[in-house]
Nanobody, 120 residues
Framework: QVHVTESGGGSVQPGGSLRLSCAAS????????MGWYRQAPGKERELVST???????DYADSVKGRFTISRLDAKNTVYLQMNSLEPEDTAVYYC??????????????WGQGTLVTVSS
């Protein structure tokens, strides 16, 4: 079984910064991708940013130039540095981890979510 734990959410004023962290633990043979999604009130969950095993990254257009994703493979951890935050970034942020528990057993797990509130 794989567990995903997020931290780092909170409240910040517009223009401020926050750093989210996500760590995966448990029966992990290999991780092929980690990423962040968010869900604002009344809206569907959307992709924010992902990083694959080779280090390739992807960002939603709305966060390009403001958010940076990074990954620490040795600790199965991914970070999301969020700068120049806007009220529209207010949402619950979820970490997603995809990988293998063995040579043949694939997994995809979500964290419990961490709330980010951007307000003056």
């Amino acid at each position: 079984q794989v567990h995903v734990t997020e931290s780092g959410g909170g409240s910040v004023q517009p223009g401020g910064s926050l750093r989210l962290s996500c760590a995966a633990s448990g029966s992990i043979y290999a991780i092929i991708g980690m990423g962040w999604y968010r869900q604002a009130p009344g809206k569907e969950r959307e992709l924010v940013s992902t990083v694959n095993r080779g280090g390739g990254t992807d960002y939603a257009d709305s966060v390009k130039g403001r958010f940076t994703i990074s990954r620490l493979d040795a600790k199965n951890t991914v970070y999301l540095q969020m700068n120049s935050l806007e009220p529209e970034d207010t949402a619950v942020y979820y970490c997603n981890v995809k990988g293998y528990s063995s040579l043949t057993q694939h997994f995809e797990e979500w964290g419990q979510g961490t709330l980010v509130t951007v307000s003056s």
